[in-house]
Nanobody
Framework: QVQLVESGGGLVQPGGSLRLSCVASGFTFSNYRMTWYRQAPGKERELVATITSAGGVINYADSVKGRFTISRDNGKNTVYLQMNSLKPEDTAVYYC???????WGQGTQVTVSS
């Protein structure tokens, strides 16, 4: 069965950095787009970044452009989200998803606070 396991979240000060990882199993990872979403308390889930199967096309939410970088390693069945210049408004649970949401991980908490 499809399994997505996120890691790398934590507490960081404003301006800091974190790198999230999502390890996939149960499907042919290299055939699928992968997407990062986030959900802040009291808000709807929002798309953060998405990357096509070979990494050729990448898109970001306007709120994270220039600060976040999505990448993938198809040899390791892993998609990453490098987050720099973090702001308090980036605080959320971050989820990775197969394609646009065919399957979801359990999420990893990111808290940006001084």
């Amino acid at each position: 069965q499809v399994q997505l396991v996120e890691s790398g979240g934590g507490l960081v000060q404003p301006g800091g950095s974190l790198r999230l990882s999502c390890v996939a199993s149960g499907f042919t990872f290299s055939n699928y787009r992968m997407t990062w979403y986030r959900q802040a308390p009291g808000k709807e889930r929002e798309l953060v970044a998405t990357i096509t199967s070979a990494g050729g096309v990448i898109n970001y939410a306007d709120s994270v452009k220039g600060r976040f970088t999505i990448s993938r390693d198809n040899g390791k069945n892993t998609v990453y989200l490098q987050m720099n210049s973090l702001k308090p408004e980036d605080t959320a649970v971050y989820y990775c998803a197969m394609n646009w949401g065919g399957a979801w991980g359990q999420g990893t908490q990111v808290t940006v606070s001084s």
